[in-house]
């Protein structure tokens, strides 16, 4: 088993907190590999040493925060039976990450980022919904995208917003929001008796 290098960590770790400390003050392309190393103590040499640009810095910032978040979804599927369980997951690890949420979802930040974290459920949630709503799989593609660009939009919303509301109140706005836009979709054949099972959509 490799050893771990605790240089190598502390040095990543003084460059990932730099660059968030200065995307509070501007966007991504305005941030010099020369400000970054300067404001975390670390020559130019050092820097390329792990990283090609200041975008693979935030990139593995990225990864890093939505491989934790997939760990833990992983480890909670057996009890994730809904799509508000799903939420409330997530929402509780951005609140847990909240001075790097701010910045990445600031108007300085990557604004495609928690998108990127809602699509890996596209394939289960259009396969679904086609079987439980009937609906052909372009319709379902297209109920998933409305519902996930909402989704989206609300959290940011709520993360610029200081994290004001609980988690449980935005949970519920999301999953009434996701009921109706069911609705929206469902054949008039179809009965509607408090919608389809939420449980089953990205199972």
């Not at 699509?119 to 679904?128: E, K, Q, T």
């Not at 297209?142 to 935005?170: C, H, K, M, N, P």
Request: proline share 1%.
């Amino acid at each position: 088993m490799a050893r771990v290098d605790v240089r190598i960590i502390k040095t990543k770790e003084r460059l990932k907190r730099a660059l968030l400390d200065l995307l509070s003050e501007r966007g991504l392309d305005e941030i010099s590999i020369s400000e970054v190393c300067d404001k975390a103590g670390v020559n130019r040499n050092t820097f390329y040493s792990h990283y090609l640009s200041v975008k693979e810095l935030l990139e593995e910032i990225e990864a890093q925060f939505l491989e934790d978040l997939m760990g833990a979804i992983n480890i909670s599927a057996d009890s994730i039976r809904s799509v508000s369980g799903l939420l409330s997951l997530i929402l509780g690890k951005v609140r847990d990450n909240s001075d790097m949420c701010t910045l990445i979802f600031s108007e300085h930040g990557d604004r495609t980022f928690l998108r990127s974290i809602l699509l890996f459920a596209l394939p289960n949630a259009v396969a679904n919904w086609a079987d439980m709503l009937l609906l052909d799989e372009k319709d379902a593609r297209t109920l998933f995208f409305f519902i996930s660009g909402g989704a989206v939009s609300v959290i940011e919303e709520w993360v610029r917003d200081g994290f004001a509301e609980s988690d449980a109140q935005i949970v519920r706005k999301l999953d009434s929001m996701i009921m109706h836009a069911q609705q929206a979709f469902i054949k008039p054949r179809q009965e509607y008796v408090g919608g389809p099972m939420m449980g089953s959509m990205l199972q």
